[in-house]
């Protein structure tokens, strides 16, 4: 086990988003909170209460989970991406650092990047909401569930991805998608047939129901199986990202 | 007795259209410097990517201090420290950064006097702190050499490390290598320079084509396959044909007749008596070493002929 090089990565990983505070923490900080006052207050004005919350105390969940889901994906992906195509992959790979020592310590630099986007996202609104949370356990682990989830999520398309393009489609074409469709800014109930249904194949959508239910204490489906469905995702991405480091997949020639 | 600093073992790498390695068996004393020459794709790199572990082979094994790079890769990466010729920097941090992560990722608690020692050893103390985007192209490679060094790998493989590097830092790298030899480091390099090969090298390999055409010290490769030549110069043109026994012994007339370049080997008075016979006037006459780079083209042309 090579301690000293586990945390000398992961204080490099989190030091790297640090560097660049603006573009890390910064903006995605003012991008949710424009959501929020756009969607939490201009429209709320108009739907006024979902399931007897009000809306903008409604959809707080569903934008920390926002940024959860981004954050963690993004640093863990454009971190690899990046050592890959500018070769300092290689002093990662010539080092006695095991698969599961990579893993843990990228995965660990974006959930902490995650949780520190997360609760800032959460702070500002709960200034407008209120600063109460139903279930701080449950809402705790979802948060690092999902985190860890997308971290590792991340590291599997920026091994796979060979162009910056290939990097991109997945965001583009399934984390966003997913995320919005997953009653970010609305109840699944809502939707007309068949898309109520449709929606319910969505896994990020008992991932924001789960966060619902620690912050706010309700919800529709029960935080089991949100929990158990992260943590089934995670196994799998965990255990996709080692065989990847272990075999080389697309680093070791 | 004590395990070899490097063993590999009738390596093989296939790609899918090209045979990279075609069975390189090669053993390197611990406290050697040992050069790797040979033309660009002869298969150099993928040699000491292997043994570095960047690259799996298709068949062999490759052992570093007796730990084998496949089933025990953690023991192996311990020792070992790669200068890759790929230049890479990471924009992000500044080259004093880079060195401390690189001390920590090999397991070795950082050091400030580590740090600075190699930064002033390569010349790059008053960059320490700048980010690494903003250093030259030659700043950029010796902070590679700092970063395989950082942790004191016990087998350094220094990949074409002076390449884009002037003749001054050349000589003081030169230098650092054989203090680092003199600490007990193993030093494997690929150059294209040959004078660093013949200036530096304890034993040299050529490689060519994926096979290995030579092994030996570079005097030993000399005198197998170098030729020391004698040189004369004329007043005048000779015209007319050399004289029997100066084919005989190899010679030929250059530069349009006004010299004449001879292979020496032992005795000399036949070859200046045959001349000094020719007719035209001897005015200047020099012998001239053979080289490394004569070595390796002729080795390296005589695979060309048999492909």
């Known amino acids: ?253 | 007795m004590p395990p070899l600093a490097v063993e590999t073992d009738a390596l093989v790498k296939k790609y899918p259209k090209v045979q990279a390695l075609g069975g390189v068996s090669l053993s390197i004393e611990p406290g050697e410097i040992f050069a790797l020459l040979g033309p660009n794709g002869a298969g150099k790199t993928t040699w000491i990517s292997i043994v570095c572990g960047l690259t799996r082979a298709t068949s062999g094994h490759a052992r570093v201090l007796g730990h084998d790079v496949v089933a025990d890769p953690m023991a192996a990466r311990r020792v070992v420290g790669l200068v890759p010729q790929e230049i890479n920097f990471d924009p992000f941090f500044t080259p004093r950064e880079v060195l401390r992560f690189q001390m920590g990722y090999f397991g070795v608690q950082p050091s400030n006097d580590r740090i600075e020692e190699l930064l002033a050893a390569l010349a790059l103390s008053d960059k320490a702190d700048v980010s690494s985007r903003e250093l030259s192209g030659g700043m950029r490679r010796r902070l590679l050499i700092a970063k395989a060094l950082v942790h004191r790998p016990r087998v350094a493989f220094l990949d074409e490390p002076t390449a884009g590097v002037d003749i001054a830092l050349r000589k003081d790298l030169w230098n650092y290598v054989r203090k680092l030899r003199a600490e007990g480091t193993t030093i494997v390099l690929t150059t294209h320079y040959l004078e660093e090969a013949e200036e530096l090298a304890d034993r040299v390999a050529v490689i060519d084509h994926g096979r290995l055409i030579a092994v030996d010290k570079p005097e030993v490769l000399l005198r197998q396959h170098g030729k020391k030549r004698i040189r004369f110069t004329f007043d005048a043109p000779v015209v007319a044909a050399l004289p029997a026994r100066l084919l005989a012994l190899g010679a030929t007339l250059e530069n349009g007749g006004t010299s004449l370049s001879c292979p020496l080997e032992g005795d000399a008075s036949e070859v200046l008596a045959a001349a000094a016979a020719l007719p035209a006037r001897v005015v200047d006459l020099r012998t001239e070493q053979p080289s490394l780079e004569q070595v390796f083209l002729a080795l390296t042309a005589r695979v060309e002929r048999r492909a």
Not at chain 1, 63 to 92: C, E, P, R, Y
Not at chain 1, 93 to 106: H, I, K, M, N, R
Not at chain 1, 216 to 237: F, K, N
């Open chain 1, 1 to 253: 086990m090579n301690t000293i090089g586990f945390k000398t990565l992961l204080s490099k990983e989190t030091r790297r988003f640090l560097k660049v505070p603006g573009q890390t923490v910064a903006q995605p900080v003012i991008t949710t909170a424009l959501y929020f006052l756009v969607f939490g207050f201009a429209l709320g004005g108009r739907v006024k209460e979902l399931d007897g919350i009000s809306y903008v105390r409604f959809i707080v969940p569903g934008l920390v989970m926002l940024s959860l889901i981004q954050n963690s994906f993004l640093n863990t992906a454009s971190s690899m991406f990046i050592a890959k195509m500018q070769g300092t992959i290689v002093d990662l790979l010539v080092a006695p650092l095991s698969p599961g020592e990579l893993l843990t310590a990228f995965t660990l630099a974006a959930v902490i990047r995650g949780f520190l986007v997360g609760s800032i996202v959460w702070m500002v609104a709960a200034i407008f909401t209120g600063f109460s949370i139903a279930h701080p356990l449950w809402t705790l682990l979802f948060a690092l569930m999902v985190s860890i989830e997308f971290a590792l999520f991340g590291l599997v398309v920026a091994i796979w991805s060979d162009k910056f393009e290939q990097l991109n489609l997945i965001p583009t074409f399934v984390i966003t998608p997913l995320t919005f469709l997953g009653g970010v800014f609305y109840s699944a109930h809502m939707l007309p047939e068949p898309w109520a249904t449709i929606t319910k194949a969505n896994p990020v959508l008992y991932m924001v129901e789960g966060l619902r239910y620690g912050i706010l204490g309700q919800a529709h489906s029960s935080p089991w199986v949100g929990l158990i469905l992260t943590g089934v995702l995670t196994a799998v991405s965990g255990v996709a990202v080692w065989v990847m480091l272990a075999r080389g997949y697309k680093l070791r020639g």
